[in-house]
Structure formats: C-alpha cells, structure tokens
C-alpha cells in the first residue's frame, strides 16, 4: 500500500516537476525576448556583425573569456564544473532514447570519472563559498542551496551507478514509461528514487532560480548586440520610442 | 583641497602598479553621500522635489515598468550567480575596502528589492531568497550606494554574462528621481543645461566672449588667425566639446581651433548646445533624450554637414546614442555620431600629416593614456587616441595591461561623482589609476574626457604622483608644423 502511494507520488511529482521546468522556463525565456532593448549596450571591444555575436556568444558558454580575466583559479573549477555537467547530462541520454545512440554508449568508461569530477568541483565551489571572505560577504541562502542540491544529486547518481546498483531495465522502463505518458513503477531502490526526487526538485527550483544563467546569458545585451552605430542605414530603433 | 574625512581611503601601496584587493572593512564609506537636490533644479526638470509620501508604492511601481521597458535590468535581475569575479574589479572597493561597493553587492540592493515584490520566492519566503522590503533603511543604502557607482562598467568586462553594473546603477537613480530622491550635483546640472546650454551654466555671451579672446590669444601666441567661431551658420562642423574645454581645459579648445585651421575647414561650436557631456544619462531616460536632442537641434539650426563630438567621455556614451535617441541623422556625413579621435585618426591614416608633425616638440614628455570609461568600455574608442599620441610624441609608455583599454581604472568621479562633498569616495575611486600612473614614471598623462581632466589633477596630487593631466589632440597640435 505504501508502496503503492509512493509510486503514485513520485510519478505525479515527476509531471509536475517537468510541467514546472519546461512552463517556467518558456515564461522566463520568452519574458526576455519579449521585453524591449532601448539603447545600444554592446561591451567593448564587440564585435560589428551578427556572425560575429554568434561567435562571442559561443565563446562566451564554452570557454568563460570574461571569467578567465577576473579569477583564474575560479575559472578552473567553474569551467571543470561545467564541462563535467555537460559530459553527465549528455551521458545520461542513455536513460532517456530507446536505441541508445553509439556516442551515448561509447561513453561508458569515462561516465563514473565525470561523475567524481563534478562530485569535486562542487566541493570546491561551496567551500569557497566558506573560506573565501569577500565570496563569503556576497554568498546568499540560494547560493548554498544550489550547491547542496547539486552535490546531493551527485552524490546519489554516483552512488547509485556503481556501488549500490540498481538494474538499468527497471530505471529504462520507468523512465520511458513517464516520457510516452504510460507510467509504471519506479524501481523498488531507495537510493535511485532519492536521485531521481531530487532531481525533479531541482527542475522545479530551476525556473525560479539563478540557474536562469544557463538561458539568460543569451539575452545580454552586453553580449548579444553588434556594434554597428557607425555604420550607415543601421539606426538602432528604440522599440518603445521608434520615431523621436 | 578642503579638508575631509580621509577615513574611508585605504592607503596600503601598489604592486608594480596594480592594487592587490583589500580586506573587508564593512560600512567604511557608508557616511559618504551626496548632497540631496534643491527644489530649482528638480523642478526645473520635471522631478518631484520631495520625497513623495507613497514613495514605497510609487517606487515599486516604477520597477516593474523598467523592468517592462529595458531588457537589460530584467535580464540582469535573474542571471547574477554570485560567482565574486566582479567583487575586487570596481575602483570604489578597492580603495575603501566597503564591500557594499563589491558591484555584485551593489546589484543585490536592488535585486533583493526585485525578489521581494517580483518573484514568488521572495514574496513567500523572503527571508530563505535573498530578498528584502524596499524600507527606510534600504533606501538610505541605495541613496549612499548609487551614488558611489560611477556607472563605468569595468564589472561588466568581468562578468561572465556582461552584467553591466551601470544599468543597474541607473535603474536605481531612475527609480529614486521618480519619488522626488535625487542629488544636487546631478539635477543642477541637467537644469543648467536647459537654461545655458551647458554643464557649467556658461551663458552664451559669455562663451562668445571667451572665444573672442582666444580669437586674439592665440594669434598673438602663433601668428597664425586661428579662430574659434560661434554659431557660424553653415559652417562645415559643428564641434560639440564638453564645455570644460573652454573654461578649465582651454588647450583642448585651442588645440581644436589649431587643427581645424591647419586643415582648411570651417568650423563652429554653438550656444545653444556647447555641451557634450549629458547628465541626463544617469538620471533618467527622460532627461538623456532632451538633453541629447539639442546637439541635432543646434546642427540644424547651424545648417552644418557634419557633427563632431569632442574630448569627452559621457558625451561619447551619450553620443552614439544620437540616432536612437534623437533620430536619424541621415543629413548629415557621416550620417552616425563621429569622434574627433576617429576624424583625426582617419586623416593620420590618410596622410595628411605627412612631414608636418615634428615629435620631438614634445620630447620633453613620458606620456601614458588614461582611458576614459565610456569611450574604452562602450564606444570603441580604444586605439584612436593611441594612434594620436604615437604619432606625435616619441615617448609614450603604457600603464599595466590589466588597468588599461577595456578593463581602464575609472577615474573616480564619473555619473555624477565629481562633486566636493564625496572627496572621499572620488580619492578612493582614483587610487587604483594613482598608482599604475606612478608605476610608469610618466610626466604627462593623456585623455580624451572632461571629468577626468577634472578630477585626475586633484587624484594625482592626493596620491603623491607628479604628472600633468591634459587632452589628447594638443600632444598633435603641438607637433604641428604649420
């Protein structure tokens, strides 16, 4: 009967986190396309055409540019932190696609050490959080939270892959089963449905949180407009007040 | 200099030229405010000259439509992550030590305010998010804070989003001048500039009349009829200076009458607006357009064909704001906004100085170049002045990389700062620019910005650093062979 319920539960939570994710985000997302640049605010040194914003923008979300001139030894861990999120999160398709594409499977050897790796970059974003006075200064109660949240979910998937395992068929089922809106049970195994509960916690705090940088960065204005006030015929037009 | 509470400055040394962050000191500079408006001035630009008695509502509600009209605050709002890379960037912190003027911190007075009223975690569980009421006691820090921002944006090259601190600075001003809270440096001189035409209420017949002498002066100096005329219609350019240049940084001026009247050209500034550098910027949106206005209004007025921005820094920001703000100024060449750097630079390029310039009248100068903020940090403006100097001078040497070009030290007394009753915050502000000049040993320090040719004598002076502070343009005139 508990079990039952809890079933219940989790799948339910499971909707409504993904409705949660997915609505909160589009608002937010499409809240920024929406609202009107007045002013030209690109940083220099930018760049005058759009293929060139394209490029700093790429730039700008795989190597952290700006970063790497402010902190050094901060951009070791945020980019370490980051690359290893993007090296789980793709691994983790595997869960998710029925078949398994073969760049998801090939990465089988490197998915436990991507795993320690982020497990550590965590660490050290939080503890810096701590020893680091001025960090320590500006750090708020969501700062903290996001880290813990992260590291628990860490801690639990690495746990759950390799030292307390549960069998990939029952997490396929249950997973597919919730994608193609025929639910089954999840796996009888605490420490996955812990993985799994936290991980729709954090798709719920997603949206209303500073995750939002993870999309948001592509609305900078500092980062996302060309430079181009001196060239001829493009006069930038202030949405709100287009005919001065 | 008057005598102020030096309290607030730190005075630990350098390192080849470059200011290792401090430690914290919490409140160091939370009595450093400026001088609240008078009632002339805001009435004179259409602000309240009180502070309204539902000022918490009003504000609130003022937020929400600049977070409706400017993507950049929305934006800016949601995307900072706390990462620090900015905390020890911004001049102001680095030497007081107050990490309220950590930019990150600095944003948090306002976005605490954001997640208080506009998100559902801070309106449900403030205290767990960050978020905070907009009280009495808030206002106070946004009032002292916001003022101790010289909107530079050197945060913003550190961020790894490019928050730029600057919009979030001038958000707050916007939404404080809306409830009748503004200060007197500010408001005074946008009220100015509608009764004179200029920042420093220089009346026309006064600009006219100090031209007239210059008119004499410098013919007698050079033997050359230079003139500088006013208000000559349909002259080739309308020059708009900061109007500095014709009372304290008069050989910026005479360097441009020198330039124009070694090219041949004819050339005019204007009294109805002599006034490059727009106030209006970190007040309101209201108060950037009219100001920025009158510059396409005087050129028309003038019949000129071209318009030519002087050495001045807000001007510049303001300034390539011109097609958006004004309209299209497609009657004129360049149909965009147009730098004296760049109009120089262009006629370096194109060989027009060719065997006229003789660096070696300036060999009695080690020059380096200050960066201006908004020239380095938004209006492309980096190697023009650079190419100038190069051109002209013999010995020029560079200030350490990391205090210079787009991550330039402001000068301290930038958006509104440059008025006596916060010396602290403005020799504080200045340090870090202070001690990369003593690091060169140069005896001239270039720029192209009015404020700083205003504030950097008085910051080198109080940091012990010998070095003359002038313009750009006369290093070139002064090689000049005619």
């Known amino acids: ?244 | 200099m008057a005598k102020f509470d030096e309290t607030p400055i730190l005075k630990d040394p350098a390192v080849e030229g470059v200011l290792p962050p401090p430690d914290i000191r919490e409140h160091a500079t939370a009595q450093v405010r400026c001088w609240p408006s008078k009632e002339k001035d805001t009435l004179a630009i259409d602000l309240p000259s009180e502070r309204l008695p539902d000022w918490q509502a009003k504000a609130i509600q003022k937020f929400g439509e600049l977070l409706d009209k400017n993507k950049a605050l929305r934006v800016f709002m949601d995307i900072c992550v706390r990462c620090g890379a900015c905390a020890d960037k911004c001049q102001f912190f680095l030497g007081t030590g107050d990490p309220q003027n950590f930019p990150v911190a600095r944003a948090e007075l306002l976005r605490s305010v954001y997640r208080r009223y506009f998100t559902p975690g801070g309106q449900l569980f403030p205290g767990l998010n960050g978020a905070a009421d907009l009280d009495e006691t808030m206002l106070e820090r946004w009032y002292t804070y916001f003022y101790q921002c010289s909107e530079c944006r050197r945060c913003s090259v550190f961020c790894p989003y490019g928050i730029d601190t600057a919009e979030i600075t001038a958000a707050a001003r916007e939404i404080m001048a809306s409830v009748g809270v503004s200060t007197k440096y500010v408001t005074e001189v946008v009220a100015k500039v509608y009764e004179t035409g200029n920042n420093l209420g220089i009346p026309p017949l006064a600009w006219i009349d100090n031209c007239e002498f210059l008119d004499e002066d410098v013919e007698e100096e050079t033997g050359l009829p230079i003139r500088f005329p006013v208000d000559q219609e349909g002259a080739d350019i309308l020059l708009v200076p900061p109007s500095a240049d014709n009372f304290a940084n008069v050989d910026t001026m005479i360097a441009y009458g020198k330039l124009f009247h070694f090219l041949g050209i004819s050339w005019t500034t204007s009294t109805y607006c002599n006034e490059g550098g727009n106030f209006g910027l970190f007040l309101n949106y209201q108060n950037l357009k009219k100001v920025n206005n009158r510059i396409l209004e005087a050129a028309r007025m003038l019949k000129v064909k071209t318009i030519i921005w002087g050495e001045c820094g807000h001007a510049w920001r303001a300034g390539i704001f011109t097609p958006t703000l004004s309209g299209s100024m497609d009657d004129f060449d360049p149909p965009y906004p147009y730098h004296i750097s760049q109009y120089v630079y262009k006629l370096l390029q194109a060989g027009v100085f060719e065997g006229k310039l003789d660096k070696s009248a300036n060999d009695h100068l080690v020059v380096t170049y200050h960066d201006p903020c908004n020239p380095a940090r938004a209006g492309q403006l980096l190697d023009e002045p650079r190419a100038i100097i190069r051109a002209s001078c013999n010995h020029f040497i560079e200030m350490p990389s990391e205090t210079i070009r787009e991550k330039t030290f402001c000068c301290g007394a930038g958006g509104g700062l440059l008025t006596d009753e916060v010396m602290a915050i403005r020799m504080a502000g200045g340090k870090p620019r202070a001690l990369a000049v003593k690091h060169t040993q140069a005896n001239y320090l270039a720029t192209i910005c009015a404020i700083c040719k205003a504030q950097l004598p008085v910051v080198m002076q109080y940091w012990d650093v010998p070095v003359e502070v002038g313009g750009t343009l006369q290093l070139l005139t002064n090689a000049l062979k005619f």
């Open chain 1, 1 to 244: 009967m508990f079990w039952n319920l809890l079933s219940v539960f989790l799948v339910g939570f499971a909707y409504i986190a993904a409705f949660a994710f997915s609505a909160g985000l589009l608002v937010k997302l499409v809240g920024y396309l929406r609202t009107p640049a007045p002013l030209p605010l690109s940083a220099t040194p930018a760049p005058e055409s759009e293929a060139g914003v394209v490029a700093r923008l790429l730039g700008d979300v795989l190597i952290f540019p700006n970063l790497f001139k402010a902190d050094k030894a901060l951009w070791v861990g945020a980019w370490v932190f980051h690359l290893a999120l993007a090296a789980i999160l793709f691994r983790h398709l595997r869960y998710f696609t029925y078949p398994v594409p073969g760049l998801v499977l090939s990465m089988e050897q490197a998915a436990l050490f991507f795993g320690y790796v982020f497990g550590l970059a965590t660490i050290y974003l939080f503890g810096r959080r701590l020893a680091l006075p001025r960090i320590l200064y500006l750090s708020n109660i969501p700062d903290y939270f996001a880290l813990v949240l992260l590291g628990l979910i860490a801690a639990s998937g690495i746990l759950v892959s390799y030292w307390a395992h549960v069998y990939l068929v029952d997490v396929k089922a249950f997973i597919l089963g919730l994608m193609t809106f025929h639910p089954v049970a999840p796996p009888n195994h605490p420490l996955f449905l812990l993985h799994f509960f936290f991980v729709l916690l954090l798709m719920i705090y997603f949206p209303f949180s500073k995750l939002l940088h993870a999309g948001g960065i592509f609305f900078s204005p500092s980062q996302n407009q060309p430079y181009q006030i001196q060239h001829a015929g493009k006069r930038y037009v202030n949405p709100w007040d287009p005919n001065p």
